[in-house]
T-cell receptor
Framework: ELKVEQNPLFLSMQEGKNYTIYCNYS?????LYWYRQDPGKSLESLFV?????AVKQEGRLMASLDTKARLSTLHITAAVHDLSATYFC???????????FGEGTQLTVNP | DAGVIQSPRHEVTEMGQEVTLRCKPI?????LFWYRQTMMRGLELLIY????????DSGMPEDRFSAKMPNASFSTLKIQPSEPRDSAVYFC???????????FGPGTRLTVL
């Protein structure tokens, strides 16, 4: 059974600071997705990482994938309050379409 | 494009009643997924369809849950009879093919009293 673990689960940081969220998974996969969820809202797709070494950047967020280490990171640069949300990574098994989600990282950016 | 559409957005019902949740995927998407989100269990895949055919229903909790996709633009998730532990947010998502990102609907917040 594929297991996906995120850490930290809760992250409180100040505006302007940098931080990294980690996503570890237990079996072979080369497809990983990052989603954002605001309170009471749906999930919004942020990044799709499709191969080892993939790096994607959008604004203050950068995601990377290391399939050998079974690790993805979501790096936040110079955080701003608008980034406050819960961030999920989701791993797709090599065969099939099933996505397994991590527990989510609840990020709070304080002024 | 309107995105994935779900109805109702909120449902409050009493234990024992039948509940039907509805979903319209993005046009042209061949895959449709039903998820449940709770504080205790996080996001769980319940079932998914490819070209209207159920492919993997291993996440469906028990026989009280059933899902159908009679055509490419409509799916239902039914709970009969409902129980308080079914209270959750139910999301529908669709994707173009098996290895594309999934786009989520706004969700249905179900409360079973």
């Amino acid at each position: 059974e594929l297991k996906v673990e995120q850490n930290p689960l809760f992250l409180s940081m100040q505006e302007g600071k940098n931080y990294t969220i980690y996503c570890n998974y237990s079996t072979t996969s080369d497809r990983l997705y990052w989603y954002r969820q605001d309170p009471g809202k749906s999930l919004e797709s942020l990044f799709v990482l499709l191969s080892n070494g993939a790096v994607k950047q959008e604004g203050r967020l950068m995601a990377s994938l290391d399939t050998k280490a079974r690790l993805s990171t979501l790096h936040i640069t110079a955080a701003v309050h608008d980034l406050s949300a819960t961030y999920f990574c989701a791993v797709q098994e090599t065969s099939g379409s099933r996505l397994t989600f991590g527990e989510g990282t609840q990020l709070t950016v304080n002024p | 494009d309107a995105g994935v559409i779900q109805s109702p957005r909120h449902e409050v019902t009493e234990m024992g009643q039948e509940v039907t949740l509805r979903c319209k995927p993005i046009s042209g998407h061949d895959y449709l997924f039903w998820y449940r989100q709770t504080m205790m269990r996080g996001l769980e895949l319940l079932i998914y369809f490819n070209n209207n055919v159920p492919i993997d229903d291993s996440g469906m909790p028990e026989d009280r849950f059933s899902a159908k996709m009679p055509n490419a633009s409509f799916s239902t998730l039914k709970i009969q009879p409902s129980e308080p532990r079914d209270s959750a947010v139910y999301f529908c998502a669709s994707s173009l093919d098996s290895h594309n990102e999934q786009f989520f609907g706004p969700g249905t917040r179900l409360t079973v009293l």
